[in-house]
T-cell receptor, first 110, second 116 residues
Framework: GNSVTQMEGPVTLSEEAFLTINCTYT??????LFWYVQYPGEGLQLLLK?????DKGSNKGFEATYRKETTSFHLEKGSVQVSDSAVYFC?????????FGAGTRLTVKP | EAGVTQFPSHSVIEKGQTVTLRCDPI?????LYWYRRVMGKEIKFLLH????????ESGMPNNRFLAERTGGTYSTLKVQPAELEDSGVYFC??????????????FGPGTRLLVL
């Protein structure tokens, strides 16, 4: 069945550092891919998404490209801020069947 | 537009007690989902409603869990009797019913359940 594997955390970075959180997936068809973020004390928020191969999702300086050949959807940001500290979840959805990774906690220190 | 809301935000109960969680989806969203995240693990699907009908309840862990969506608006998830392993964060999500079946799901803030 469909599944998502993402980089284990926690990840601790200094402000302005480059961020990569790896995500790979297994799917039988052609899923949509998502990154969700959960800030402290809040619910899950959609950060970005991509619906087909080679699509790039982007939002708030974060980017991820849907790579079918490597079945990956890695999250990147060129310069993180303290306010980016949160838990990040990679997810895929195929006909309303959504699967999540375990989440990666990111802490950004000033 | 109001987002998905969940009540309560936190619940602490003793083993054997009953707890009912509520989810109000975004108005007009036919799809409603329940998920659970046990401490530090992945978010797992519990079930999916389309309006008032259960479309998929394959993720419900056992018969101590009962979900309802009477009238196709808000939903409740009852755990009776609660066990220690039921502790976790319960998320609700909703999405509109569009062609293609790849609608973005919008999540609520979650209910943190602790069973002692």
């Amino acid at each position: 069945g469909n599944s998502v594997t993402q980089m284990e955390g926690p990840v601790t970075l200094s402000e302005e550092a480059f961020l990569t959180i790896n995500c790979t997936y297994t799917a039988t068809g052609y899923p949509s891919l998502f990154w969700y973020v959960q800030y402290p004390g809040e619910g899950l928020q959609l950060l970005l998404k991509a619906t087909k191969a080679d699509d790039k999702g982007s939002n708030k300086g974060f980017e991820a490209t849907y790579r079918k050949e490597t079945t990956s959807f890695h999250l990147e940001k060129g310069s993180v801020q303290v306010s980016d500290s949160a838990v990040y979840f990679c997810a895929l959805s195929e006909i309303n069947d959504m699967r999540f990774g375990a989440g990666t906690r990111l802490t950004v220190k000033p | 537009e109001a987002g998905v809301t969940q009540f309560p935000s936190h619940s602490v109960i003793e083993k054997g007690q009953t707890v009912t969680l509520r989810c109000d989806p975004i108005s007009g969203h036919d799809n409603l989902y329940w998920y659970r995240r046990v401490m530090g693990k992945e978010i797992k699907f519990l079930l999916h409603f389309v309006k008032e009908s259960k479309q998929d309840e394959s993720g419900m862990p056992n018969n101590r869990f009962l979900a309802e969506r009477t009238g196709g608006t808000y939903s409740t998830l009852k755990v009776q009797p609660a066990e220690l392993e039921d502790s976790g964060v319960y998320f609700c999500a909703s999405s509109p019913r569009l062609a293609g079946g790849k609608e973005t799901q919008y999540f609520g803030p979650g209910t943190r359940l602790l069973v002692l």
